[in-house]
C-alpha cells in the first residue's frame, strides 16, 4: 500500500520554464491538498480539491494551477517559474471526516527554480 | 477560519513531560481541535484530534477546558526523538474548510 506518492522528488528548473508535480493516492480519499513549505516555516495551502473535478483556492495560489481529473490524482502546475516558488511540496489526502482530521502526506518534492 | 496561536519554539529535556499550549480565542462550535507533529524533511503525521475535555492515545494527551478557547498537547516523557514542529489546527471537516496549519511550534529535546 504506497499511500501518497509525490513524484517528481527533486527538480530544478529555470525561471520561466514550466512543470507539474504529480500526486497520487491510492486510499479512495476524497479530498487532496497542495502545500509549500520554506524554510522555517509552517506549512501554506495552495490549492484543494473536495472531490474529482473540484479544486479550490487556498492560502497561496497565485503563480499556480490545479487540476483533479481523476479521483486519486491531484496535480499542480507552475506555468512560468520563479525563484519565490523555490520550496519544498507537499501532498496530502483524507477522507471524509469530523474536525480537520488525519491527513495522510506524500514524502515532499523539493523544487529550486534558478 | 479560526486562527491559532502557539508558542514558537521550546526546549526540554529527556524524560521530561512536555505541554504545548495552543490558544484559539474564536473556535465555533462544530470546530474541532487537532494537532499534527513534523520531522525534518518529511510531511506531518497526525497526533491526536479532541472536541472537549481530554483525549488520549498511545503517544500524547489533548487537554481541552470547557471554553475551549484553548487546548494543551501533553507529552509525556519525551526523547530526542521527539525533536520535531508540533502543530495545531481547528477545523470542523466541512468540504469548504480549508486546512490551515500555521507554523507550529519548534520542539527541541536535550539529553
Known amino acids: 500500500n504506497a499511500g501518497v506518492t509525490q513524484t517528481p522528488k527533486f527538480r530544478v528548473l529555470k525561471t520561466g520554464q514550466s512543470m507539474t508535480l504529480l500526486c497520487a493516492q491510492d486510499?479512495?480519499?476524497?479530498?487532496m491538498y497542495w502545500y509549500r513549505q520554506d524554510p522555517g516555516m509552517g506549512l501554506r495551502l495552495i490549492h484543494y480539491?473536495?472531490?474529482?473535478?473540484?479544486?479550490a483556492k487556498g492560502e497561496v495560489p497565485d503563480g499556480y494551477n490545479v487540476s483533479r481529473l481523476k479521483k486519486q490524482n491531484f496535480l499542480l502546475g507552475l506555468e512560468s517559474a520563479a525563484p519565490s516558488q523555490t520550496s519544498v511540496y507537499f501532498c496530502?489526502?483524507?477522507?471524509?471526516?469530523?474536525?480537520?482530521?488525519?491527513?495522510?502526506f506524500g514524502e515532499g518534492s523539493r523544487l529550486t527554480v534558478l | 477560519l479560526a486562527k491559532t496561536t502557539q508558542p514558537i519554539s521550546m526546549d526540554s529535556y529527556e524524560g521530561q513531560e512536555v505541554n504545548i499550549t495552543c490558544s484559539h480565542n474564536?473556535?465555533?462550535?462544530?470546530?474541532?481541535i487537532t494537532w499534527y507533529q513534523q520531522f525534518p524533511s518529511q510531511g506531518p503525521r497526525f497526533i491526536i484530534q479532541?472536541?472537549?475535555t481530554k483525549v488520549t492515545n498511545e503517544v500524547a494527551s489533548l487537554f481541552i477546558p470547557a471554553d475551549r478557547k484553548s487546548s494543551t498537547l501533553s507529552l509525556p516523557r519525551v526523547s530526542l526523538s521527539d525533536t520535531a514542529v508540533y502543530y495545531c489546527?481547528?477545523?470542523?471537516?466541512?468540504?469548504?474548510?480549508?486546512?490551515?496549519f500555521g507554523k507550529g511550534t519548534r520542539l527541541h529535546i536535550l539529553p
Open positions: 496530502a489526502s483524507s477522507p471524509p471526516q469530523v474536525g480537520t482530521g488525519e491527513l495522510f
Open positions: 486510499m479512495n480519499h476524497e479530498y
Open positions: 480539491s473536495v472531490g474529482e473535478g473540484t479544486t
Open positions: 474564536n473556535i465555533a462550535t462544530n470546530d474541532y
Open positions: 479532541g472536541y472537549k
Open positions: 489546527l481547528v477545523g470542523d471537516g466541512k468540504r469548504d474548510d480549508k486546512i490551515i
